[in-house]
């Protein structure tokens, strides 16, 4: 449709009759032309500069937010500190922030993160949010953790009791979700361990059905818990990992006497303590002990009564912890006065005492159960110029003859 407009005032008409009226009026429009190109070029500028204040402000916020983050990392100083223990009563997000800035690295994670809305310690607004927290505390540990090492979550699948008779209580499987989100992050899955409770200790759930027997209504008790292991993802074996170490503190960190054979563990759970969801000590010493080196600094976010804090202070390992309620960093304080690190040994010589009455083949044998890198540095203290192409039964002959 054409259009018809006035050059001096710009007005339009859609009809020709309309426009021709307009032109010959008695009283001729006023030059309107210049006045409005000078409006447009206001409008112009107004916005420029609204668009570059809000940029300014945009920046200053985001200046501003810096600024606060720096000063709430400054604010996170440890409430407890000792050889092998730095605690910090904070959220847990906001202290890994300070370790990302300090650019701190650690060895080993152990933690077991609270309980979606069963514990009276914690409320989430729903089960979405509450995988969002988890996932943004395990994508800052992923950052913090150096390739090749792991990460080791204590997690089970929730019951939600049901409220009253005409209601069914609920699982929600979270430990299965927790693996996908762990991949999701960048975490490589390694290992399920099943934390097996005795039967005792789980909530009744067939009380009904051991009386009427009837099939469908069948509910076992729940009496397991799981342990995932996951490894940063790396470009080499964790064989590196272990050669890593000297040979001194891989003697000091060699697990001695028994150990788990499969990923069933028995272990009764923590039933004295005023924190409402403890883990046993020995799930701790065993994690620590299988998953870390003497010297290594592990993390708990979740650091609660401090069972992972003691278990690092016995097997000498050093730990840092998050924990929001001071009470039960109070606990810990308390707790960790009765724990006595391991002994260690200071030196690589062997001790003659336990070859006195072997055969030279006894000796040879128990001499070869010790990594070669052990005995290399055992005979490189006698012969400074050995060559580390030497075989192990050799280094194993040589150090035969110093006893």
């Not at 209601?167 to 499987?173: L, N, Q």
């Not at 299988?290 to 592990?298: A, E, M, N, R, V």
């Not at 650091?303 to 390992?317: E, M, Q, V, W």
Request: charged content about 30%; glycine content about 2%; hydrophobic content about 35%.
């Amino acid at each position: 449709m054409s259009k018809y407009t006035c050059e001096r005032c710009l007005k339009e008409f859609l009809q020709k009759s309309h426009y021709d009226k307009h032109q010959k009026k008695k009283i001729p429009c006023q030059d309107n032309k210049d006045k409005i190109e000078k409006v447009v070029e206001n409008i112009i500028i107004n916005k420029k500069l609204i668009s570059n204040n809000s940029d300014n402000e945009i920046t200053n916020m985001e200046h501003s937010n810096m600024e606060h983050s720096n000063m709430e990392h400054s604010n996170v100083l440890p409430c407890y500190t000792n050889d092998n223990n730095t605690i910090y009563n904070c959220d847990c997000l906001l202290g890994l922030d300070k370790l990302i800035k300090d650019k701190q690295e650690i060895e080993l994670t152990i933690t077991s993160p609270p309980y979606f809305n069963v514990k009276d310690y914690v409320i989430y607004e729903n089960y979405k949010k509450y995988l969002q927290f988890l996932k943004e505390v395990f994508i800052k540990i992923l950052t913090l953790t150096k390739p090749g090492r792991l990460c080791v979550v204590n997690i089970s699948n929730i019951l939600i009791i049901r409220e009253s008779r005409n209601s069914e209580s609920k699982r929600i499987p979270l430990s299965f979700h927790f693996v996908s989100l762990m991949e999701e992050i960048g975490w490589e899955f390694m290992e399920d361990i099943i934390w097996l409770k005795p039967e005792g200790a789980a909530k009744n759930r067939n009380g009904g059905f051991y009386q009427h027997r009837q099939p469908v209504a069948y509910k076992p008790n729940v009496v397991n818990e799981y342990v995932f292991v996951f490894k940063k993802p790396s470009k080499f074996l964790i064989d590196k990992v272990v050669r890593s170490y000297n040979s001194l503190d891989a003697l000091n960190s060699k697990v001695v006497g028994n150990y788990e054979r499969s990923n069933v563990w028995k272990i009764n759970p923590k039933t004295r303590s005023e924190h409402p969801a403890p883990y046993p000590i020995e799930l701790s010493d065993k994690i620590v002990s299988y998953y870390s080196f003497i010297g290594d600094t592990i993390i708990d976010p979740f650091f609660g009564a401090g069972t992972t804090g003691l278990s690092c202070k016995k097997y000498n390992r050093k730990c840092i912890g998050f924990e929001i309620h001071k009470k039960y960093i109070e606990l810990f304080e308390k707790d960790i006065t009765k724990i006595v690190p391991h002994k260690l040994i200071d030196n690589l010589t062997l001790d003659k005492k336990e070859y006195e009455k072997l055969t030279k083949e006894e000796c040879i044998k128990k001499i070869m159960k010790n990594p070669k890198k052990m005995l290399f540095d055992n005979v490189k203290n006698i012969i400074p110029d050995i060559k580390n192409s030497i075989s192990k039964n050799l280094l194993a002959e040589k150090l035969y003859e110093t006893l």
